[in-house]
């Protein structure tokens, strides 16, 4: 009853807003430490698991989440981006040592303030999880151990604040500081690239190549090795779907989806791309229509578009593949993954056959798949289990119950449907296990840390909140500088930066309301799978130093 009434209260005081700006569901921990300095208790052994099992559920959610996409936001620039985010997080590290080693304050407290300082919740987990390992293992009993964690989630509650308050106050100052007009970096990037958030582009191209007449696309494509779909050619006025053994002859017309980076290469191979408009394509061809078919038959999870022959069988074109809302180029060797969404073009009554195949049914997407995040959290415990030496550390480092599971997640999340493993759930039911999850955490943390928190506080926890500031605001000064001077990024490109490597989600709410873009969130999403995982190892690191 403690617990619901913590987080019910909590979650309902995360509705109100000051300036467009709410604490979220921090406003639990925050009525759980009022409740536990108020005297309600909850049995410790009890108050632990419910505090590690929503950590799990939490970090799993996340990891599966971004899976698909972490390996990805390397490529199309992303290894500059998630360099300066690894290099926030390490100054992060470096002011929080340097903090601890000039003004006498514990290292492992310090821990604390760092991942309220950057909203880092899963860190405060990781932290605890290793201090506790860490205290047992030197000879420190469980009870106590537990109860010295604690000051940890005290540290965090006081920093916490400063870290949402901070971030904005350097995203304020750097827009003044720079005169940066964000209604002309937003044109600008409108300009340098009309599909920033695809990853597919349609080119209407002419075959003008005299090396290319008289022969096949299929020949093409391995001869030049160029990723493209050909989804529609136009002969004279007639127009027809092309397959790997159609002949090109000149003035011949198609209608290509590729990438963004292969664009200039396919202007060199066929030709100069000709004025025409996607529904020049339907006037000429009017029986062709074009259609969303939902992959929801988990039995096509993990084959590969050209192993399943739709072209041939239905005599339709597979262009596009919308998955998490990002549009993927339908190449050969594409996994299909449950809830991708495939852009087909043919005649209506074919689609509807390949539609019966496919499934199409969004209600099937509603049943839960419960079994790879079961056995996913089975072995994210054991991987976290597993200790790791680093020479120079006297205690071996584990990922704990915030690292494991995360990294099984992130691996189930990408490589899971290549090898048949449905790990698909709708972004609904992620942010119902998420969120059920960080809120029991959130609520075991609070109760725990309240019996202690004014004393600590009083006796001198004060200065947290001044450590905390230092730890957000010089990072992101420095990474703010680098990244404009000598990087050359956007305005949004750095929000993005900047909220994904605190792993902010209020700021990113903030400044998505404040400047009007989803480009915020294309550039968060980019560096927040790594950040994630490196605010989750820097903290074990620094618990693991301060203990040894």
């Not at 932290?127 to 964690?149: K, N, R, Y």
């Not at 994210?380 to 990294?407: E, H, S, W």
């Not at 189930?412 to 709708?426: E, S």
Request: proline share 4%; with cysteine.
């Amino acid at each position: 009853m403690l617990l619901s009434f913590v987080i019910g209260v909590g979650l309902y005081l995360a509705r109100f807003k000051v300036k467009g700006i709410s604490l979220g569901s921090t406003w639990i921990l925050f009525l759980g430490i009022l409740m536990g300095h108020l005297g309600f208790r909850v049995d410790l052994e009890i108050l632990h698991f419910v505090k590690e099992f929503g950590l799990i559920l939490f970090v799993f959610s996340i990891g599966l989440q971004v899976g698909p996409g972490f390996f990805h936001s390397f490529k199309s620039g992303g290894v500059k981006m998630n360099l300066l985010a690894v290099m926030n997080i390490l100054l992060a590290v470096a002011v929080t040592y340097a903090i601890s080693a000039l003004s006498g304050e514990d290292l492992k407290t310090m821990v604390g303030v760092m991942s309220g300082a950057v909203t880092n919740t899963p860190g405060l987990g990781a932290a605890q999880q290793a201090f506790l390992d860490g205290a047992v293992a030197t000879g420190s009993s469980p009870l106590a151990a537990e109860m010295a964690s604690e000051k940890l989630a005290s540290a965090y509650a006081v920093a916490y604040p400063l870290g949402v308050i901070g971030v904005i106050v350097v995203i304020l100052l750097f827009r003044a500081l720079f005169h940066i007009d964000h209604e002309k970096e937003l044109k600008e990037l409108k300009a340098e690239d009309q599909s920033f958030e695809q990853s597919a582009r349609r080119m209407h191209v002419a075959v003008e190549n005299p090396a290319i007449f008289g022969k096949t696309l299929g020949a093409l494509q391995k001869e030049f090795a160029v990723d493209f779909v050909a989804s529609r050619i136009m002969k004279g006025d007639t127009v027809s779907f092309p397959t790997a053994d159609t002949v090109l002859e000149e003035n011949d017309k198609l209608l290509l989806v590729t990438s963004q980076d292969a664009v200039d290469r396919l202007r060199i191979l066929f030709g100069q791309e000709v004025p025409l408009h996607v529904q020049d394509w339907k006037v000429k061809a009017p029986e062709m229509v074009t259609r969303r078919i939902l992959v929801t038959q988990s039995s096509l999870t993990g084959k590969k578009l050209r192993d399943l022959h739709f072209r041939s069988a239905y005599s339709v074109n597979i262009t596009r593949v919308i998955r998490a809302g990002v549009e993927l180029v339908a190449y050969g060797d594409l996994y299909l993954q449950l809830g991708d969404e495939l852009i087909v073009v043919g005649p209506e009554a074919k689609i509807n056959q390949m539609a019966q195949e496919v499934g199409n049914s969004a209600e099937a997407l509603n049943k839960p798949y419960l079994v790879p995040i079961f056995i996913g959290i089975v072995l994210g415990v054991i991987l976290g289990m597993v200790p790791i030496r680093f020479p120079g550390i006297p205690q071996a480092i584990k990922l704990g119950l915030a690292g494991g599971p995360l990294i099984v997640a992130i691996l189930l999340g990408h490589f899971g449907p290549k090898h048949r493993i449905t790990t698909y759930t709708t972004i609904s039911a992620n942010l119902m296990l998420r969120e059920i999850g960080i809120s029991l955490f959130l609520a075991a943390v609070g109760i725990g840390a309240g019996e202690h928190f004014w004393s600590s506080i009083v006796g001198g926890g004060y200065w947290w909140i001044l450590y905390g500031a230092a730890i957000t605001i010089i990072p992101l000064c420095i990474t703010f500088l680098v990244a404009r001077a000598l990087c050359h990024l956007n305005f949004y490109q750095i929000l993005g930066l900047i909220t994904g490597s605190c792993t902010n989600p209020p700021v990113l709410a903030f400044s998505q309301g404040m400047y009007g873009s989803d480009y915020i969130s294309v550039n968060y999403a980019t560096v927040y799978p790594l950040s994630m995982f490196m605010r989750v190892l820097v903290a074990q690191l620094l618990v693991l130093i301060a203990l040894g």
